[in-house]
Nanobody
Framework: QVQLVESGGGLVQPGGSLRLSCAAS????????MGWYRQAPGKQRELVCT???????KYADSVKGRFTISRDNAKNTIYLQMNTLKPEDTAVYYC????????????????WGQGTQVTVSS
């Protein structure tokens, strides 16, 4: 099985910054797309951003210009640098990965982390 472990969440003031990490481990042959999602209480889980194995990125309009996703393929890890944080960024942030667990597998599988809490408040 593949495990994704998020870290770096916490409490920050509006305008502050946080850096989230997501490390993948387990039976991994290759990781393709990875991304960050978030969910606030009573709201739907929403896509924050994605990054391909080649480094191509996409961002939700709500975070564009403030958040940056990156990855370190050697460490099977992605990061989310969050700057100029706003109260509406408060949510549990989840890591997602599209993983090929063996070179003879026909397709990749999706895996999710357990989430890390980000709270932006004065």
């Amino acid at each position: 099985q593949v495990q994704l472990v998020e870290s770096g969440g916490g409490l920050v003031q509006p305008g502050g910054s946080l850096r989230l990490s997501c490390a993948a481990s387990g039976s991994i042959f290759s990781i393709y797309d990875m991304g960050w999602y978030r969910q606030a209480p009573g709201k739907q889980r929403e896509l924050v951003c994605t990054i391909t194995s080649g480094g191509s990125t996409k961002y939700a309009d709500s975070v564009k210009g403030r958040f940056t996703i990156s990855r370190d393929n050697a460490k099977n890890t992605i990061y989310l640098q969050m700057n100029t944080l706003k109260p509406e960024d408060t949510a549990v942030y989840y890591c997602n990965a599209d993983v090929l667990i063996g070179k003879f597998q026909l397709s990749t599988q999706q895996y999710w982390g357990q989430g890390t809490q980000v709270t932006v408040s004065s």
